[in-house]
């Protein structure tokens, strides 16, 4: 046999099998480890620890996670962070480089990368959100200056270990960021799923348990306590992303900063006091998801009330209350424009109902009004617990008595 059917022979070899001669699931595995890699260095270190400060992470670590996304994903970490910064700064406004409520949801889901590229050339975005991260020669010189080669040398390597499927393989890595960060965390994140709390936006979160994503998926959580390294704040919710960190810091490579409060509750003092007023504002986000429990609780038992009278209550009275039920605890910016008089009339039918909504708009004003001294503050949430506790209303006695357990 001549030399070049030795060499045809040899790259007939590699074209179908590669260096390794892998098995379609080990080609498979590879894939999603790589690509799961991928998603935990967006996740820790572009985003908690360099655009939100949530986490400090060991400088091996650090490069380990700026290297892999120089071949991974071609990112460069200050273009990623100044971008998410401004995400958080300007969010659902005409500036958000990525919001589906100015952009439109099939917009972002399909063109979220043209958007980030889009923004990433906006020089003002660079100089006002970027600072704080990487400045050293390699993110001069390699990094920031050759990011095509990054993704380049991994076609390449691809390649060598998979034979043709390689470029298969890479295709999907490339993909990974685009369709997961992009697409679900920018588009479905402010669009669609459930929230835990009253975020001054559309934050969502796509689903309780963060593993696909590293966590990314509690979105609504995240927008709620953005430097927090933790994402799941809910006994079911599972955050795969906080996971790695605390292995990180067992082994002394990582450091988390800062995790969401906790309201912590003790005996029911005599009247609320400062410390009261503290642990109120400190956990408002948790109180005010508590009060929307209630309210939704008390709204359903007046739904409950309203069908047992059947045609008594009226056709339109049980409309009105079944919309009321699905929007009524939410804040008033949100209920949709279309249903509000329908709400209204609701709580025109129910002085229970209306009574708890202005009562939680008092409530709100209590960390909303910056004018105020503490001492007048603490008088007036005072005067809320009173004003609860007489009302008659057992949701309104209950909630003030879990405030007057609170404790900073």
Not at 186 to 211: I, K, Q
Not at 272 to 294: P, S, W
Request: hydrophobic residues 45%; glycine residues 8%.
């Amino acid at each position: 046999m001549n030399a070049f059917a030795l060499v045809h022979d040899a790259l007939v070899a590699w074209l179908s099998d590669g260096l390794l001669a892998a098995t379609w699931w080990q080609i498979v595995a590879f894939t999603l480890v790589t690509t799961h890699v991928t998603i935990a260095a967006v996740t820790i270190f572009l985003h908690r620890s360099q655009a939100h400060r949530a986490v400090d992470l060991h400088p091996l670590v650090q490069h380990f996670f700026r290297f892999w996304l120089w071949i991974g994903t071609g990112m460069v970490t200050r273009e990623w962070v100044a971008i998410h910064r401004k995400h958080h700064a300007k969010c659902e406004t005409v500036d958000d480089p990525h919001s589906p409520q100015v952009h439109g949801i099939r917009k972002v889901l399909l063109e979220g990368v043209e958007l980030y590229r889009s923004e990433s050339r906006n020089a003002e975005t660079m100089q006002r959100y970027g600072h704080g991260t990487p400045d050293d020669w390699v993110e001069r010189n390699v990094y920031g200056r050759y990011t095509w080669q990054g993704v380049g040398l991994l076609l390449v390597l691809d390649l060598l270990l998979f034979g043709a499927v390689g470029a298969t393989v890479w295709a999907v890595q490339m993909l990974w960021i685009p369709v997961t960060a992009a697409g679900i965390v920018n588009g479905l994140g402010h669009f669609w799923g459930y929230r835990n709390f009253e975020a001054p936006d559309a934050s969502t979160n796509v689903s309780p348990w963060g593993v696909l994503i590293g966590g990314e998926e509690l979105h609504n959580n995240h927008h709620t306590y953005p430097t927090s390294a933790k994402l799941s704040v809910k006994p079911y919710e599972f955050d795969i992303g906080w996971l790695y960190i605390r292995l990180l810091e067992i082994g002394g490579l990582a450091k988390p900063r800062k995790v969401p409060p906790r309201l912590e509750l003790g005996a029911v003092r005599p009247v609320a006091d400062g410390e009261t007023l503290e642990a109120l504002i400190a956990n408002r986000y948790e109180v005010m998801a508590g009060y929307a429990a209630a309210l939704k609780a008390a709204t359903a038992s007046e739904f409950a009330r309203l069908k047992a009278e059947g045609a008594r209550a009226g056709a339109a009275r049980l409309r009105n209350m079944r919309l009321a039920l699905r929007w009524l605890h939410r804040d008033a910016d949100r209920i949709p424009q279309g249903v509000r008089p329908q709400i209204d009339q609701a709580l025109g039918d129910s002085p229970k109902l209306a009574k708890l909504v202005a009562m939680r708009e008092e409530l709100r004003s209590l960390w909303t009004r910056t004018n105020v001294s503490g001492p007048q503050l603490v008088a007036d949430l005072q005067a809320w617990c009173r004003k609860a506790e007489d009302s008659g209303i057992a949701a309104l006695q209950d909630f003030s008595l879990r405030l007057r357990s609170a404790h900073a």
